[in-house]
């Protein structure tokens, strides 16, 4: 095979390359939308559940949450999250149950490093920086609001 | 009166999944058109949440969307920001170092135990 047919060859593998994802794009954000909408969905029945027992929407909201992450640990547990993940992508990862997912993941993953250093340490690996980001824009965000309501004065 | 609840009900979990699916739908959009990585994704939506919760807009989806806004992490970081605010009323100045668990406490803890749990018990596929 000569040089310039080589580079005709790549030339050609470049253009389907930029042809061919748009479909596989398309196909990714249904399976997104369906799996993200089917977890919220178990979501709304969890929340319906605890809404009648809970007295007020704050405790709703966070033992509906937490009922969630314990859903997600468990199927991580079984593995039944990482076929979730791998198709439905950003589906599974954007609920809380895909928050649950990478704590349990990483625990388990790095449980062989040891339960102090290994699970201990690297459990938050990408929940930390969840917790973190989410802790300091609330906070910036809390103090300015309290003090344009004058709610700290 | 039970036939209208039970229609209510029906109309709540459509709303939940179409906003839901939709909060996913975006990020699997931002994921494919962008080199940002699923962490990256997951602490921008906190982030968004957040503002969005501190501005009070959030509360206003998840008043019509239920589950279909509490349950992506936009709706963690709404309740981070949403305890604070309810701590600051509550306490003053202490809520804005109490708060951030107030709601997602549950959860953080859930994510421990569940996560400490399934670790020992089970080991990841190869």
Redesign the interface.
Known sequence: MDKAQQDQNAKYQQMVKEAT?KPE?RK??????????????I??????LFSKIEPTR??T??????????LG??A????FY?WLAEH????A????????N????????F?REGYILG?GAK?FV??G???V???L???I??????VLTG??L | MVAFEKEG?TV??LK??????????I???????TKLT??H???A???V???L???GIYESL?QFA???A????????N????????E??RL??E??FT??F???????????V????????????D
């Not at chain 1, 990862?93 to 649950?100: E, L, M, W, Y």
């Not at chain 2, 939940?16 to 739908?25: K, M, P, Q, S, Y």
């Open positions: 994802p794009h990714n954000i249904v399976l997104a939308f369906l799996t993200g909408g089917i977890i919220c969905t979501g709304q029945a969890v929340f319906n704050m405790e909201t966070g033992t509906t949450q937490a009922t969630m992450i314990a640990a468990i991580t547990g079984l593995g990482d439905g992508g950003m589906g990862a954007i609920p809380i149950t895909g928050f649950s990478t704590v349990t993941a990483a625990a388990m993953e449980k699970m459990m990408v929940a920086p969840v917790l980001y989410g802790i824009s609330s906070f965000i809390s103090f300015f609001w309290a709610t700290l | 009900r709540d979990y939940a999944f179409l906003v839901g699916g939709t909060i996913c739908a990020a699997q959009i931002i994921y494919d058109n699923p962490a994704i997951l602490v939506f906190t982030v949440g957040a503002i919760g501190g501005l998840a239920g589950a279909g509490i349950i992506p992490v936009s709706g963690f970081g309740a981070i920001v949403t305890g604070m605010m309810s600051i009323k003053g100045w809520g804005l708060g951030a107030e709601i997602t406490g549950l959860g953080v803890t859930t994510a421990v569940f996560g400490s749990l399934m670790a020992v018990l089970f080991r990841p596929k």
